[in-house]
């Protein structure tokens, strides 16, 4: 772990284009959130660069906007996003390698830059967290979220 980024992945016994179709629907991804995410428009995206989406996030967020869009898509292989909230951009991406025919490696990583996107006023704390490194150290769920991705992929399948 870098003091702006961090990575993290998982074996995960599901095929590749099981996990893209979760990847692709961030009503499913936000399900993996530890509150609450409204995400606009509903369903799943297409896969397209460009394709954008808000994820409005509960009162413990002070009912943060979160601005998101897909930058790079290589299908059932990588799919990278750029997320901006509270003054930090967040470029995610996710790298999904095959196994065998039953297992994925899925690889995440996220990388945070400043950003004037955002409430006014919270761009300060976020640009402090971001240089002093622990924007990266509170931000890294050591593979939470991909162990509950993990559990959802293979009860689906």
Not at 57 to 65: A, N, S
Not at 72 to 92: H, M, N, Y
Request: aromatic content about 6%.
């Amino acid at each position: 772990m870098g003091y702006r980024s961090f990575t993290n992945s998982r074996s995960i016994e599901t095929t590749p284009d099981r996990l893209w179709e979760i990847l692709l629907d961030p009503s499913a991804m936000s399900e993996f959130a530890d509150h609450p995410v409204l995400v606009e428009p509903a369903g799943p995206l297409q896969g397209v660069v460009g394709e954008t989406w808000a994820e409005t996030h509960g009162p413990e967020c002070d009912d943060d906007r979160v601005q998101c869009k897909l930058i790079a898509v290589d299908a059932q292989r990588r799919l990278r996003l750029s997320v901006k909230q509270r003054g930090v951009k967040q470029t995610v991406e996710y790298t999904l390698t095959p196994i065998d025919g039953s297992r994925t490696e899925l690889q995440e990583r996220i990388v945070f830059a400043p950003t004037f996107a955002g409430k006014p006023g919270q761009h300060v704390v976020s640009w402090l967290l971001l240089v002093t490194g622990l924007l990266a150290k509170f931000g890294d769920d050591e593979g939470e979220s991909l162990e509950a991705l993990a559990r959802a992929a293979t009860s689906e399948s």
